[in-house]
């Protein structure tokens, strides 16, 4: 019972990893396929509307099982900063990619707080 347990919380992080690449990197890169005027407003609205609701959401699953999943707040930001690096913009980057470490870690960090102790998964 408890490697099924172990089998799914893998599983999950894995495809909140997977998620991290998808609104992170492909997202973005995404919008090259339209026009400009709508690639350019979508390109905002992930950049400050979905990318940050992500990152929260992230935060909240790391924060209930902490023990395992304690870099996956780390993951998305590092990789925003890859990304930004292959563009040669990472100093552009940096300063969304500080707001959104900060958004998951303390989404985490409150997450962790509020759960009671007994029900996180370690």
Known sequence: MERDATKTGR???LCWGAGSVVVVCVLPWLTLLLDPG???GIFVLCLFVVA???FVF??????KGLRRRWVLPFLAPGLFLLEGGLIDAWQ???GYAG???ALGFISM???W???PKGEQAD
């Not at 992230?58 to 924060?63: P, R, S």
């Open 11 to 13: 599983r999950a992080a």
């Open 38 to 40: 709508t690639g350019m």
């Open 52 to 54: 940050p609701i992500y």
């Open 58 to 63: 992230l935060g909240i699953f790391a924060g």
């Open 92 to 94: 552009m980057l940096a």
């Open 99 to 101: 707001a959104y470490l």
């Open 109 to 111: 960090m409150i997450s």
């Open 113 to 115: 707080s509020i759960a």
